[in-house]
């Protein structure tokens, strides 16, 4: 038989529990907490990428105008010389060409040190795919959601060439599932740079996003051949291109 | 009440009240779900799909699903529901047209599927191209044949609708309507159609004379012919098949147009034959309009092709059946109509 003390302390155990069960954590670990800044500039070759009606040529030699650009980055992870990391917890984002705002990436909370590595996702990973009605970012009704076919459309690019067939360009590249998984991670190279988060302190990371890269490398895209693309092997064939599309320029500290 | 950890009832009791009131300090009041009714999985059912684990159903919740469903407001002019083409009375099909029927009198390309034992299905649509139950809503939401309205919009027109935002937030707790919420909403509701109480039900739980002698002997049939295929108790294997209606698929690709695999060139999902005596007309296309056409087809009608299903693809392809094994089967198939369901006045239109 239990004693007297043993079933207080459970009492004053259950309790306890609950009590801690309903407060927030204090935020004791904020002093060492620090920002990272990623900023994304969409460029087409050299230049400023300017939507419709400005008048830009891949590498095929085909002329095209863009009326629309945007994309999903993912599961951002920043990595230090002796190879930890910091994942970023429920980290999605839609860039988008049309909302400047959207171009800069604020990541909070960030464990202070010296990082140099950077990791993302360019689309949406396969668990959000099939995890039902989301939120934010990953709201169906931001239009990047295939309403017929189960996933997020990752990349978005429509617009113009007199060398497409019908004369439009729509490349909705996305798909998860094998042998047409179209999500690939890409780690730009921060040539060297470091990433100095600190308290107080938020590095900026200045990427340049290429267009072009969408129809030149590895395989080179003509638009007579390929100007629609909603998923299935072309859509990998230009997931394939896209994962060098984007580069370090510089880091501000 | 048994003793806990050598406490006695009365203690037993007081600390459970402690405990709820505990909880009942950490989270928004609990609703009792009371005509949602989350039946215990039928015993003749595989485990369900959807869990309602991020969704809990409440009362609130499950009627705004219910408002939802039978709003026209979800499409672009204002003229088409849910429950427009998905008729309880047809066991949430749609008696009689082929395929669906649009906003502005558009014909769709495929026939309305019934809404039926949902939480059991792992993917939806002819063709399967949508995987989660709460997502279903935004296809036809969106077909521009169908109901021909974004996304957004939907949300816009609920948010500036006074009742809506006050019943979201009752059942939600938020500040505005998203996405999420109403699709949670129509998941509460739709989750909710499962038919398990038809003659048959009764009959395999062990009341055998619900059953005629014919529709035994359909049964039987039945187990040894079709069970392959749509097994009991969902009636469906869930699984997409050729069964052989075509000799190529230049009209409709089905499964193909999801997976761009060849092999599954004309596959389409294999429907539930819950109610299938009241939704004809039948097949992706709705080709055929009785169930005595249905059978026909597959004793005389079956057409080779690259992709048809092992299991009809024989010298002579198709399913042997006597004219006796007909007329026992279209019996029996009248046992799978389950009147409490079509009938249940949870389901009806609130308008």
New interface residues.
């Given amino acids: 038989?239990?004693s007297l003390f043993?079933?207080y302390t459970?009492?004053l155990f259950?309790?306890t529990t609950?009590?801690t069960?309903?407060k927030k954590d204090p935020e004791t670990e904020a002093i060492t907490m620090g920002q990272v800044n990623l900023e994304f500039e969409h460029v087409v070759g050299n230049e400023e990428l300017a939507l419709n009606p400005q008048q830009y040529t891949n590498a095929n030699g085909d002329q095209f105008q863009i009326t629309t650009f945007k994309y999903y980055i993912s599961n951002i992870v920043l990595i230090k010389a002796d190879g930890s990391t910091y994942k970023q917890p429920d980290s999605y984002y839609l860039i988008d060409q049309e909302k400047p705002d959207s171009k800069l990436l604020t990541l909070n909370n960030v464990p202070s040190g010296e990082y140099t590595g950077l990791t993302f996702t360019v689309g949406v990973d396969s668990v959000r795919n099939?995890?039902?009605?989301?939120?934010g970012a990953l709201?169906?009704?931001?239009?990047m959601?295939?309403?017929?076919?189960?996933g997020y459309i990752f990349l978005k690019l429509e617009g113009y060439s007199p060398q497409s067939e019908k004369g439009g360009l729509t490349f909705h590249i996305g798909g998860f599932?094998a042998p047409?998984n179209t999500i690939r991670t890409v780690s730009p190279d921060l040539n060297g740079n470091k990433m100095l988060v600190a308290a107080g302190k938020a590095p900026q990371v200045h990427l340049k996003v290429n267009v072009l890269e969408m129809f030149q490398s590895p395989r080179l895209i003509k638009f007579a051949d390929l100007s629609t693309t909603m998923?299935?092997?072309a859509s990998v064939t230009v997931a394939d291109n896209y994962r060098d599309m984007f580069r370090v320029d510089h880091i501000h500290n | 009440m048994p003793e806990i950890l050598g406490l006695n009832k009365k203690r037993c009791i007081v600390l459970l009240a402690i405990f709820l009131n505990f909880l009942a300090g950490c989270y928004p009041d609990p609703e009792v779900p009371t005509a949602v009714d989350l039946q215990k999985n039928p015993v003749h059912f595989p485990p369900p799909v959807y869990l309602f684990t991020e969704n809990e159903p409440t009362q609130a919740g499950f009627e705004l699903g219910r408002q939802l469903f039978y709003d026209p407001l979800l499409s672009r002019d204002g003229t088409v529901s849910c429950g427009s083409c998905h008729k309880q009375f047809a066991g949430f099909a749609d008696l009689d047209h082929t395929v669906s029927h649009g906003i502005q009198d558009q014909l769709g390309t495929r026939n309305t599927p019934s809404l039926t034992n949902l939480r059991w299905d792992k993917s939806f649509f002819w063709d399967g191209g949508v995987t989660h139950l709460e997502l279903v809503p935004l296809s036809p939401i969106t077909n521009p044949i169908e109901m021909g309205e974004s996304l957004s919009n939907v949300i816009r027109k609920l948010n500036r609708n006074p009742q809506y935002v006050t019943a979201f937030n009752k059942v939600f707790h938020q500040d505005s309507i998203n996405s999420q919420q109403l699709f949670r909403a129509m998941a509460q509701f739709m989750g909710q159609f499962v038919s398990v109480s038809a003659p048959y039900d009764y009959y395999v739980q062990g009341k055998t004379d619900v059953l005629s002698t014919l529709q035994v002997q359909g049964l039987v049939v039945f187990q040894n012919k079709c069970a392959t295929c749509h097994t009991p108790g969902l009636f469906t294997d869930l699984s997409f098949r050729n069964n052989g209606l075509d000799t190529d698929f230049k009209k409709d690709a089905g499964r193909q147009m999801i997976t761009q695999e060849a092999a599954d060139a004309g596959k389409f999902k294999v429907p539930s034959l819950r109610n299938v005596a009241l939704s004809a007309p039948y097949m992706h296309d709705g080709r055929f309009r009785t169930l005595s056409q249905v059978l026909d087809h597959y004793r005389q009608g079956v057409k080779k092709s690259a992709t048809l299903d092992p299991v009809l693809a024989k010298a002579q392809p198709g399913i042997s059946l006597s004219e006796a094994e007909k007329q026992a089967l279209l019996s029996f198939l009248e046992a799978l109509t389950d009147k409490k369901f079509i009938t249940d006045s949870r389901f009806t239109d609130p308008f």
């Fill in positions: 038989m239990k043993l079933k459970f009492v259950t309790v609950l009590f069960a309903c099939v995890s039902g009605a989301q939120t709201d169906p009704a931001q239009g959601f295939w309403s017929w076919n189960t599932k047409n998923g299935g092997p």
